[in-house]
């Protein structure tokens, strides 16, 4: 399956039960502004899945203004860089407070820094 730019409902995690997989199955990689949990689906022969994102934002966070901003950007980063994640990758994006405060570049360099301690990035040689 070639991959676009798109973020279409299969690309996303929607259900309880799939972020629950996630947690219970996954690892994570933590800085004190957000944490990432995260797996690889097993692949099946033949077939191969696409990265799949999912985002838990408290409203700790803040208002709605600034969590619909923050799932926004989230999801704009995830769209056009999701070639650069590992195929079958479910991660779920969890931020703290602080995040908040980040505009969209800083937001994209802190989430590939994670992706990078959590060795989910493809190597490009």
């Known amino acids: ?13 929607l259900t309880q039960s799939d972020f629950n997989r996630v947690f219970k199955q996954g690892k994570r990689v933590s800085t004190p502004e957000w944490t990432l949990a995260y797996r690889v689906r097993p692949q099946a022969p033949g077939r191969s899945f696409a990265p799949r994102l999912g985002l ?5 966070m803040g208002g709605a203004v600034q969590r619909n901003r923050f799932k926004r950007q989230m999801r704009e980063i995830f769209r056009l860089n999701q070639a650069k994640l590992t195929q079958g990758l479910e991660i ?6 602080e995040a908040s405060v980040w505009d969209y570049s800083e937001l994209e360099q802190r989430f590939f820094g994670l992706c990078e301690r959590g060795k989910v990035l493809i190597k490009v040689d």
Do not use: E, H, T, Y
């Open 92 to 97: 779920v994006v969890i931020p703290r407070k």
């Open 56 to 60: 838990s934002v408290s409203r700790k």
């Open 1 to 13: 399956m070639p991959l676009s730019f798109g973020f279409s409902k299969a690309q996303r995690l």
